[in-house]
């Protein structure tokens, strides 16, 4: 029992440790890579080739006098901002980041915790943390702020409801599994979800990216109109707890999509490439190597989520609200009714 809380406490510091810094080195990667778009050099100046940028910027944030202003509710004003990121962090505990290591005769699970009810558990989690928006724009006493909150609540429901839907399709598709490790188990031997669930991915996507309010659906933080939105009224390390949790929701939602579509750990003729290079079968380097693949899948979503920021404009309220209600849930309610007629007559749902 001492032995599987220490490997358990060990995988859950490094979930915590890789979140932060994944957090901290996009900022970096987003800023360079909006300057390869519009051909300019971005962070150069901290460090070889600005990599220690993200730690200026975190200094910046943690030294720079905090400002709480004396309309606002104190408590709620200070809760906002952490409650916003330990959901984001929480939703990462779910997450197989490798294959399963044999020491001894016994199976360590690369992941913090393997939940029955997984998928019920992530789209639970994802759902609380709006509530620190909502609570950090109504605790500000700002109009702005709680125009910002609104938006981004009623972004979250109109957006959850077509992520669900998708979700089920994708959950029927694999197996009807609601555990994660199962999920990305699944597609060891077979075909990746993506295959089957190509039109599902995509309503996914579309909703993971207004699920973290990222552009063209940052309308909950939009200058032009709300000045900041709902952090409008935050400095310092409060203002870099909700830029960081924005980041750590992303990393998260990469990890999600590369797992539930692409295969998490799995590649083509993974059995075949262990097999030719001498590994068994859950040995550490068989981790080692899924957890490299399933990192790299990451990283290119996270590339993809900053691909689209530079390139689309935000969309109207009106637009979003549209897109989410008329096209993204009737098309995800058609993709769910395909899916099972499908496994209906492939013989995997019977009555």
């Known amino acids: ?199 599902g991915f995509i309503i996914f996507f579309i909703c993971a990216l207004a699920e973290t309010n990222r552009a063209p659906f940052d309308l909950a933080e939009c200058e032009t109109e709300l000045v900041g939105g709902y952090h409008t009224e935050y400095s310092a390390f409060k203002l870099g707890l909700f830029l960081f949790a924005e980041y750590i929701n992303m990393f998260v939602s990469s990890a999600v999509m590369a797992g539930f579509y692409f295969g998490g750990y799995n590649f083509p003729f993974a059995h075949e490439v262990y097999q030719a290079l001498g590994l068994a079968e859950g040995s550490i380097a068989v981790s080692v190597i899924g957890f490299l693949v399933y990192f790299t899948k990451t990283l290119i979503f996270i590339s993809v989520f900053m691909w689209v920021r530079w390139t689309l404009p935000r969309f109207r309220y009106d637009q979003l609200m549209n897109l989410g209600w008329k096209t993204l849930l009737p098309l995800s309610l058609l993709n769910l009714a395909i899916t099972v007629v499908v496994e209906i007559f492939r013989g995997n749902i019977t009555f």
């Open 1 to 199: 029992m001492e032995v599987f809380i220490i490997y358990k406490s060990v995988i859950a510091l490094a979930v915590f440790a890789v979140s932060l810094g994944i957090a901290a080195y996009s900022t970096w990667w987003e800023r360079k890579f909006a300057g390869l778009l519009q051909d300019r050099w971005g962070p150069s100046r901290a460090g070889k080739w600005g990599l220690l940028q993200p730690l200026a910027d975190g200094g910046k944030m943690l030294f720079k006098e905090e400002i709480i202003p004396n309309v606002s509710n104190r408590f709620l004003f200070v809760l906002a901002p952490g409650l916003f990121i330990i959901t984001a962090i929480m939703a990462g505990v779910l997450i197989p980041w490798a294959p399963s290591v044999v020491i001894n005769g016994e199976t360590y699970a690369m992941q913090v915790a393997d939940l029955n009810v997984g998928v019920i558990f992530l789209l639970s989690v994802t759902s609380v943390g709006v509530y620190g928006i909502m609570i950090g724009g109504w605790a500000s006493n700002n109009k702005y702020s709680l125009l910002g909150a609104i938006r981004a609540s009623a972004q979250m429901i109109s957006y959850e409801l077509a992520m669900g839907i998708s979700l089920i399709a994708l959950i029927i598709s694999a197996g009807g599994s609601l555990s994660f490790a199962d999920i990305v188990k699944a597609q060891d031997a077979g075909i990746a979800n993506i295959v089957p669930q190509f039109f």
